[in-house]
């Protein structure tokens, strides 16, 4: 395992904008998928976005157009900039690393959108 440090929760108003980070505190050998998850409370964690090490990403519809993932390889960090924020994206954030060798999450940062 690979320790995941996140930062940038927050609370925001609804129509605001907020950047998640999340760095590896090592390099992850590629190939591998990065990606952002959230949950609330009685659910199940959702996949919000994520991103491969050759660049090819993919959004939940309900953020397509808002959000918008990225990453850097060296060092191996992913990041989700939030704009046009919704009260429903209120939720605990994680990040996800997944690679051949290592699988690692976040401890999760909380996003609330205030109407």
Not at 82 to 93: G, I, Q, R
Request: charged residues 15%; neutral net charge.
């Amino acid at each position: 395992q690979v320790e995941l440090v996140e930062s940038g929760g927050g609370l925001v108003q609804a129509g605001g904008s907020l950047t998640l980070s999340c760095a590896a505190a090592a390099v992850i050998s590629r190939p591998y998928t990065r990606a952002w998850y959230r949950q609330v409370p009685g659910k199940q964690r959702e996949l919000v976005a994520s991103l491969t090490s050759d660049g090819t990403s993919i959004y939940v519809d309900s953020v397509k157009g808002r959000f918008t993932i990225s990453g850097d390889n060296v060092p191996s960090s992913v990041f989700l900039q939030m704009d046009s924020l919704k009260p429903e994206d209120t939720a605990v954030y994680y990040c996800h690393f997944k690679s051949l060798a290592i699988e690692s999450w976040g401890r999760g940062s909380q996003v609330t959108v205030s109407s």
